[in-house]
């Protein structure tokens, strides 16, 4: 079972990533915007944190990195649109260590998560 950072501008996401994994997996934190990742991240410790890309007041890839520069074991998996597919690969050069095209199934988070576990 590994502890889970939820990272997502928009509540629903959060509350449809917790339904999904909760039970599976220890849900310890949420955050709205890649700056109150990193304070969820510091504060917490997860095991994995799932990121959106495009958020508010930092996105995704900054808050990443940042996360990365803190902890250079952090698992990151990246949860973001088709459309992002640039961001994405972007996102995956700069340290995800997966991602999950939205619209996801619970069967693609669990198994993306059971590859970082």
Excluded: W
């Amino acid at each position: 079972m590994a502890r889970l950072l939820i990272v997502d501008d928009a509540a629903f996401t959060r509350r449809m990533l917790t339904d999904m994994l909760s039970g599976q997996h220890e849900i310890c934190g949420e955050a709205s915007n890649g700056l109150e990742a990193i304070e969820q991240y510091k504060r917490l410790k997860p095991d994995i944190v799932t990121m959106d890309i495009t958020m508010p007041v930092m996105h995704g890839i900054d808050a990443m990195r940042e996360i990365l520069n803190y902890d250079e074991e952090a698992k990151v998996l990246i949860c973001s649109a088709i459309g992002h597919r640039q961001k994405v690969l972007e996102a995956m050069q700069t340290g995800a260590s997966d991602f999950v095209i939205k619209p996801f199934q619970k069967e693609q988070i669990l198994d993306a998560i059971s590859r970082l576990v």
